[in-house]
């Protein structure tokens, strides 16, 4: 079973060793968006705190993981949200299928990594632009143009 108990400001303040485990065990006390790194579980939080029960069906897209979310409100001690794991194994594997191989994800605090073998220059799809755009864009060859006249000085 998932839980987490947050504060009135969003911090969560105790959480279940399932919990920690399905949100790759951040520190706590912590806010709840740093914590599920997810909108709209922080957004269905402040309803329960506004006295709102669930279930909603939330996203942790982060962790390839999607909770059925209920709450109570427990007044001065702030809410407690329960999180259910509906995941199922299909939407797990395509989840997965979306990383690179070998990747894993960035926590807290890191940079990311980008698909280092995809080169900066491969075609977006678009048309390809002649070289005279470019070098009329850049004013390369601005010299060889003639002036007014047709001369050359």
């Given at each position: 079973?998932s839980w987490?108990?947050i504060d009135?400001?969003?911090?969560?303040?105790?959480?279940?060793?399932?919990?920690?485990?399905?949100f790759?065990?951040?520190?706590?006390?912590n806010?709840l968006?740093?914590?599920t790194r997810?909108?709209?579980i922080?957004?269905r939080?402040?309803?329960?705190?506004e006295g709102?029960?669930g279930?909603w069906?939330?996203e942790?897209?982060?962790f390839?993981r999607?909770?059925?979310?209920?709450?109570?409100?427990?007044?001065?001690?702030?809410?407690?949200l329960?999180?259910?794991?509906i995941t199922?194994?299909?939407?797990?594997r395509?989840?997965?299928?979306?990383?690179?191989p070998?990747r894993?994800?960035a926590?807290?605090g890191?940079?990311?990594?980008?698909?280092r073998?995809?080169?900066?220059t491969?075609?977006?799809?678009?048309?390809?632009v002649?070289?005279?755009?470019?070098a009329?864009?850049?004013?390369?060859?601005a010299?060889?143009q003639?002036?007014a006249?047709?001369?050359?000085?």
């Open positions: 079973m987490l108990r009135g400001d969003l911090r969560v303040v105790e959480a279940s060793a399932a919990a920690l485990e399905s790759d065990n951040p520190a706590l006390p806010s968006i740093a914590f997810a909108p709209e922080e957004s939080a402040r309803e329960i705190l709102g029960t279930p069906e939330v942790a897209a982060n390839g999607v909770f059925r979310l209920r709450g109570i409100d427990l007044g001065a001690d702030g809410a407690l329960h999180l259910e794991d199922d194994v299909g939407c797990r395509r989840a997965q299928g979306r990383q690179a070998g894993r994800r926590h807290p890191e940079i990311g990594q980008g698909d073998n995809r080169l900066a491969q075609p977006s799809g678009s048309r390809p002649p070289p005279e755009v470019f009329l864009n850049n004013g390369v060859l010299n060889c003639l002036p006249g047709g001369r050359l000085p």
